[in-house]
T-cell receptor
């Protein structure tokens, strides 16, 4: 069975600074997707970034980038130039390509950006 | 992409009653997912709802407690039956237009059972 672990329940960062959220996972699958989702206080979950396991190149989306270490089963999210609007709960998630395409979510990291 | 309308956004219910949550999607999707989320915690998958077949429930969730309907490719309902205070939670529906790309979520239903 797959598991996703986020070891940082809460983090804070000053506006305009950089912060890294950690995520590790465990799986015996060889082909899978990894995601970071953001859930702001409004509750609407939205996708931040996605990584395909067969791609070695780390995904980037504007101020958001990941450090994907497949051998170490690590998938951290770096947020550069943090903005107040980045304040949210961040969930790391795993999906195996084989099977039922179900998400396995981590426990989340609550990020607060300070003015 | 997909836009999901989930209703109601919140409700306060008496124990022993049932509540039906509706999820309407603006496009046709094969699979819809229902999650439960305790405030400040992670999402737990309740079941996967495919059109034209019975929902597939995860361990710890049963059809008698959480009956699901999926009458067409754009709509689904989740009923929380015979509610107790332990059912107080946020319930979310989710879809993927293309599997493995991006999940879209409703705004959630905050349920309080008193």
């Amino acid at each position: 069975a797959q598991t996703v672990t986020q070891s940082q329940p809460e983090m804070s960062v000053q506006e305009a600074e950089t912060v890294t959220l950690s995520c590790t996972y465990d799986t015996s699958e060889s082909n899978y997707y990894l995601f970071w989702y953001k859930q702001p206080p409004s509750r609407q979950m939205i996708l931040v970034i996605r990584q395909e396991a067969y791609k070695q190149q780390n995904a980037t989306e504007n101020r958001f980038s990941v450090n994907f270490q497949k051998a170490a089963k690590s998938f951290s999210l770096k947020i550069s130039d943090s903005q107040l609007g980045d304040t949210a709960m961040y969930f790391c998630a795993f999906m195996a390509v084989s099977g039922t395409y179900k998400y396995i979510f981590g426990t989340g990291t609550r990020l607060k950006v300070l003015a | 992409s997909a836009v999901i309308s989930q209703k109601p956004s919140r409700d306060i219910c008496q124990r022993g009653t049932s509540l039906t949550i509706q999820c309407q999607v603006d496009s046709q999707v094969t699979m819809m997912f229902w999650y439960r989320q305790q405030p400040g915690q992670s999402l737990t998958l309740i079941a996967t709802a495919n059109q034209g077949s019975e929902a597939t429930y995860e361990s710890g969730f049963v059809i008698d407690k959480f009956p699901i309907s999926r009458p067409n490719l754009t709509f689904s309902t989740l009923t929380v039956s015979n509610m107790s205070p332990e059912d107080s939670s946020i319930y979310l529906c989710s879809v993927e237009v293309v599997a493995g790309t991006e999940a879209f979520f409703g705004q959630g239903t905050r349920l309080t059972v008193v």
